[in-house]
């Protein structure tokens, strides 16, 4: 069974840094491309950035310069490391494959507020 976990959310000023973390079950991990994507309220879940599994990354373009996408494949680790937050980055924040897979974790709440 596929699982995915996400942490490492939370509040933050603007302009403050964030890492998120999530554990892919290893099915899932050695084999696809993962991404993070998010959410935010009443609008559509969106791509944010991928990885492959030799590291090749690409990045929307409100965050490029910003965020970081990383992998360690003996953890079965994706990160995201997030940093200049603003507040339009507020969401709730998903892994997944790329393109994703139907099994979706609880995602980690981002709030970059004053």
């Known amino acids: 069974q596929v699982q995915l976990v996400e942490s490492g959310g939370g509040l933050v000023q603007p302009g403050g840094s964030l890492r998120l973390s999530c554990l892919a079950s290893g099915s899932i991990f050695s084999i696809y491309i993962m991404g993070w994507y998010r959410q935010a309220p009443g609008k559509q879940r969106e791509l944010v950035a991928t990885i492959t599994r030799d590291s090749s990354t690409y990045y929307v373009d409100s965050v490029k310069g910003r965020f970081t996408i990383s992998r360690d494949n003996a953890k079965n680790t994706v990160y995201l490391q997030m940093n200049s937050l603003k507040p339009e980055d507020t969401a709730v924040y998903y892994c997944?494959?790329?393109?994703?897979?139907?099994?979706w974790g609880q995602g980690t709440q981002v709030t970059v507020s004053s």
């Open positions: 997944n494959t790329h393109p994703s897979s139907p099994y």
